[in-house]
């Protein structure tokens, strides 16, 4: 009985480590990420931010490697090229760099944020041991929160944006066009809006025409 016991324990502990394994190698390659982003990053604010996020991300993988080791495995990330989705991450983010276009930059890190999320969803899915489920809990929370974080700042840039096209919509029409040409897709989904509450100020207003109507012809 001891030794089916001592078989199924180590069963568990396999699949704990390929998951440990896995999201080690997540987390080391958004650490390199980072560092390479900072190097190439012309602004010294997204310097420093992603300075931050790559320590973070170095403290949370060696976290990680720690739990593996323990549980007798080995972290099976080698320092070597970025792939997959982080490798894709990282284009697209360079890409953003290169342009010195601050508000994609922000975007990428909020998706790249977002797959990292999704990793550790899937992670706590599975039937992790006590104090691996612990670390995993809480490195998740971190990972929401900067998700989170850099998703409030890509919104509230695109509320900039759009009362920026309002002071132009009182400035005249080429400035509009000027903001419309500059930022296309922004400037689309603020009309969009526009046109949507202006449409419904409309309709209420004839409502509120037709019920005065009513009134009026009953009351005489």
């Given at each position: 009985?001891?030794?089916?016991g ?11 480590i390929?998951t440990?394994?896995d999201l ?6 958004s ?5 390479r982003?900072?190097?190439d990053?012309a ?8 300075e931050?996020?790559?320590?973070e991300r170095?403290a949370?993988?060696a976290?990680?490697d720690r739990l ?17 989705a982080a ?13 010195n ?5 922000i975007?990428e ?6 797959t990292?999320e ?7 899915r599975?039937g ?10 809480e490195q998740h ?11 409030a700042?890509?919104?509230t840039r695109?509320t ?9 919509l009182?400035s005249?029409?080429?400035t509009?066009t000027?903001y ?9 989904m ?7 509450v202006l449409?419904a100020?409309t ?7 037709h ?5 009026y012809?009953?009351f005489w």
């Amino acid at each position: 009985m001891a030794q089916t016991g001592t078989t199924g324990h180590s069963m568990a502990s396999g699949s704990a480590i390929s998951t440990l394994q896995d999201l080690s190698a997540r987390t080391h390659d958004s650490e390199q990420g980072y560092r390479r982003a900072s190097q190439d990053a012309a602004d010294s604010d997204l310097k420093q931010q992603f300075e931050r996020l790559a320590d973070e991300r170095s403290a949370m993988a060696a976290e990680l490697d720690r739990l593996i080791r323990e549980h007798g495995g080995e972290p099976t990330w080698n320092g070597g090229s970025l792939t997959g989705a982080a490798h894709r991450m990282w284009m697209d983010l360079r890409t953003a760099l290169s342009r010195n276009q601050r508000q994609a930059i922000i975007e990428e890190i909020a998706r790249g944020e977002s797959t990292a999320e999704d990793a550790y969803d899937d992670a706590l899915r599975e039937g992790l041991p006590a104090d691996i489920r612990q670390v995993v809990r809480e490195q998740h929370r971190r990972v929401r929160e900067t998700r989170n974080r850099y998703r409030a700042m890509a919104g509230t840039r695109l509320t900039r944006r759009s009362g920026e096209l309002a002071q132009r919509l009182s400035s005249g029409t080429d400035t509009v066009t000027q903001y419309m040409h500059e930022r296309p897709v922004v400037s689309g989904m603020v009309m969009f809006a526009f046109g949507f509450v202006l449409g419904a100020v409309t309709m209420a207003s004839i409502a509120s025409d037709h019920s005065y109507q009513q009134r009026y012809r009953r009351f005489w």
